[in-house]
């Protein structure tokens, strides 16, 4: 099974930041990969699919990227509420449908 | 307004069953695949098992395979999981979500709490 490996667990940012976060595949699994996002209390949100396309309604600071097994989610000009996990995910023609282990985004 | 509203979760002894339910509505249930995902308590997310739309094809994760059934019934928009020889790791956040296309998963319930303890 593909394992994917977010990093950092965490990161302390600044309103107003680009931050970048990794998720990084076992094996090539093309462009196959979603982000989402997930706040304290709430249910996880979708942002980004097949590893760069935006989600209808999300804020264009968010722009993922990457192809194989590196891919990236990064979010300019950081704003309050984009404090939350987030998570990327594999995806393909049938399951298992694997999720990283997310990273933690927090405010100074 | 897409909604998803799962249900029928709570405190179950180990080894014993329970059976989740997933009402949805604003759209129309029978043309998506549906899944569940959970959420252990502070931890990540785990895919756990999806059907199809049509004909109702099903899917698991090998951590739940063979201890648990989901199904649809799509004259009642309602999306079920039925688990059986419950554990203790089974304790989880469980969440319904909608397949925008396969694996992408584009609605969520808020999620339906099962505690497994004696």
């Known amino acids: 099974n593909i394992v994917l490996t977010q990093s950092p667990k965490s990161m302390s940012i600044s309103v107003g930041d680009r931050v970048t976060m990794n998720c990084r595949a076992s094996q090539n699994v093309n462009n196959n990969v979603v982000w989402y996002q997930q706040k304290p209390g709430q249910s996880p949100k979708l942002l980004i699919y097949?590893?760069?396309t935006r989600y209808t309604g999300v804020p264009d600071r968010f722009t993922g990227g990457g192809y194989g097994t590196d891919f990236t989610l990064s979010i300019n000009s950081v704003q309050a509420e984009d404090v939350a996990f987030y998570y990327c995910?594999?995806?393909?023609?049938?399951?298992?449908?694997?999720f990283g282990g997310g990273t933690k985004l927090e405010l100074k | 307004e897409v909604q998803l509203v799962e249900s029928g979760g709570g405190i179950v002894q180990p080894g014993r069953s329970l059976k989740l339910s997933c009402e949805a509505s604003?759209?129309?249930?029978?043309?998506?695949?549906m899944n569940w995902i959970r959420q252990s308590p502070g931890k990540g997310l785990e895919w756990i098992a999806y059907i199809t739309d049509g004909i109702s094809y099903s899917y698991y994760a090998e951590t739940v395979k063979g201890r648990c059934t989901i199904s649809r019934d799509n004259a009642k928009n309602t999306l079920y999981l039925q688990m059986t020889s419950l554990r203790s790791e089974d304790t989880a956040l469980y969440y319904c979500?909608?397949?925008?296309?396969?694996?992408?998963?584009?609605?969520w319930g808020q999620g339906a709490s099962v505690t497994v303890s004696s």
């Open positions: 979500a909608r397949s925008l296309v396969t694996g992408v998963l584009d609605a």
């Open positions: 995910q594999r995806i393909y023609n049938f399951p298992p449908w694997t």
């Open positions: 097949y590893a760069s």
């Open positions: 604003g759209f129309t249930f029978s043309h998506y695949g």
